[in-house]
């Protein structure tokens, strides 16, 4: 699934999807359709990905990461767990993905088109050189926009369509509010704000970041589905924009930022372990 650091713990979390979802409940869909639908759709992928996220952390504490050596890379492993990762998306998605949604989801991605999406989703999730990627995803936005195409038009429906509720920028302030706490509990920071504090001045510059995320995920999407038609893409946006995908999406989307958040917190924890303590 497309991509793209909340603020409850996860049985928190879990207990109000029940409740939303609820009434979903006796239509539930089984263990082992989750598992299936993880693989068919791509989230399997995307859960993978969220560890490529950890190369960030140290530079958001105003650490070197070059201090870390072998040691960053054997605590990365340990924290985000791929199985464990993707055990807890099957146990939410055990109480809270209808069965209606899962098969509605599936039937797209097990399609011609659904598997070359996700083949490229795939592939786009796991480039570890994410500065690259965007930088040539911006080539192609500008070549597009000197061009007069109307595709960059239909990739920013798209992406509209993977985040319709405008809740990627609130999660990623979020998970950095979170990590930036866990960090100074355990001693890795000095840090001068409270949580208030730091989600005010995030608040404060939050045009800018909305404008730079939407950029960001219109290089993403550029780079990612370049090989696809533009009549391809337009039914991608569409297939997207359809009630029951809307709701797959809203679900996986708000997984994938807790798992994130969760993990965040465990690294920033165990980042004790690693290197002494330093203001920012």
């Known amino acids: 699934m497309t991509y793209p650091l909340r603020q409850t713990i996860l049985p928190l979390f879990a207990a109000v999807l029940f409740v939303i979802y609820?009434?979903?409940?006796?239509l539930a869909a089984g263990r082992d359709r989750i598992e299936a639908f993880l693989t068919t759709t791509g989230f399997d992928v995307a859960l993978e990905s969220i560890a490529l996220a950890s190369a960030s952390a140290p530079q958001m504490?105003?650490?070197?990461?070059?201090?870390?050596?072998?040691?960053?890379?054997?605590?990365?492993?340990?924290?985000?767990?791929?199985?464990?990762?993707?055990?807890?998306?099957v146990s939410i998605l055990e109480?809270?993905?209808?069965?209606?949604?899962l098969t509605h989801a599936v039937e797209f991605y097990a399609?011609?088109?659904?598997?070359?999406?996700?083949?490229?989703?795939?592939?786009?999730?796991?480039v570890e050189d994410d500065d690259a990627k965007q930088l040539e995803g911006q080539k192609i936005v500008s070549d597009?926009?000197?061009?007069?195409?109307?595709?960059?038009?239909?990739?920013?429906?798209?992406?509209?369509?993977?985040?319709?509720?405008?809740?990627a920028l609130r999660a990623l302030q979020e998970i950095q509010?979170?990590?930036?706490?866990?960090?100074?509990?355990?001693?890795?920071?000095?840090?001068?704000?409270?949580?208030?504090e730091l989600r005010q001045m995030m608040?404060?510059?939050?045009?800018?970041?909305?404008?730079?995320?939407?950029?960001?995920?219109?290089?993403?999407?550029?780079?990612?589905?370049?090989?696809?038609?533009?009549?391809?893409?337009?039914?991608?946006?569409?297939?997207?924009?359809?009630?029951?995908?809307?709701?797959?999406?809203?679900?996986?989307?708000?997984?994938q930022y807790e798992i994130m958040a969760m993990k965040f917190e465990d690294l920033a924890a165990r980042m004790a372990e690693l290197h002494p303590?330093?203001?920012?």
């Open 22 to 26: 609820g009434s979903q409940q006796a």
């Open 177 to 196: 509010v979170r990590f930036l706490l866990a960090a100074s509990a355990s001693g890795v920071i000095d840090l001068q704000l409270g949580a208030d």
């Open 144 to 167: 597009l926009i000197k061009d007069g195409s109307k595709r960059v038009e239909n990739l920013k429906r798209m992406n509209n369509a993977i985040d319709s509720s405008g809740t």
């Open 277 to 280: 303590a330093q203001d920012i």
């Open 95 to 101: 109480q809270t993905l209808s069965d209606e949604a």
């Open 203 to 255: 608040k404060r510059n939050e045009t800018g970041m909305r404008q730079a995320l939407q950029l960001s995920a219109l290089a993403g999407a550029a780079y990612t589905y370049q090989d696809f038609s533009d009549s391809e893409v337009v039914a991608y946006a569409e297939a997207l924009e359809q009630p029951l995908m809307q709701e797959v999406y809203e679900l996986l989307n708000a997984i």
């Open 111 to 126: 399609s011609d088109l659904g598997q070359r999406l996700v083949e490229s989703e795939n592939a786009s999730h796991m």
């Open 61 to 89: 504490l105003g650490i070197d990461p070059d201090g870390f050596g072998s040691d960053w890379t054997r605590l990365t492993e340990e924290v985000f767990d791929t199985k464990d990762m993707r055990e807890t998306a």
